[in-house]
């Protein structure tokens, strides 16, 4: 089992920055992949970044060059920054995991970027 909380979101203008972290916790010896999706309002979940134990990164086409995800594989964190914020990037933002190809989803925060 595992338990994801996410922290440092909340409300910023267009063009600034944030950069929500999550921590894992639970009985398990490492976890292979990390990361956040996000769900807008009225719109399906979708992935924003993944981040694997060996450091390959993916992002969505939204958030290259803007959002880069990170983690510490030791403190079993992962962190998103991300910069040049847009309002289109108002959504909850979800931390995930996958360990022994189970999926594990935190329970999620709000990202609001106001014009």
């Known amino acids: 089992q595992v338990q994801l909380v996410e922290s440092g979101v909340g409300l910023v203008q267009a063009g600034e920055s944030l950069r929500p972290s999550c921590a894992a916790s639970g009985s398990f010896f490492s976890i292979n992949t990390m990361g956040w999706y996000r769900q807008a309002p009225g719109k399906q979940r979708e992935l924003v970044a993944i981040?694997?134990?060996?450091?390959?990164?993916g992002y969505a086409d939204s958030v290259k060059g803007r959002f880069t995800i990170s983690r510490d594989n030791a403190k079993n964190t992962v962190a998103l920054e991300m910069n040049s914020l847009k309002p289109e990037d108002t959504a909850v933002y979800y931390c995930?995991?996958?360990?022994?190809?189970?999926?594990?989803w935190g329970k999620g925060t709000l990202v609001t970027v106001s014009s």
């Open positions: 981040l694997t134990s060996g450091g390959r990164a």
């Open positions: 995930y995991a996958v360990l022994y190809a189970m999926n594990y």
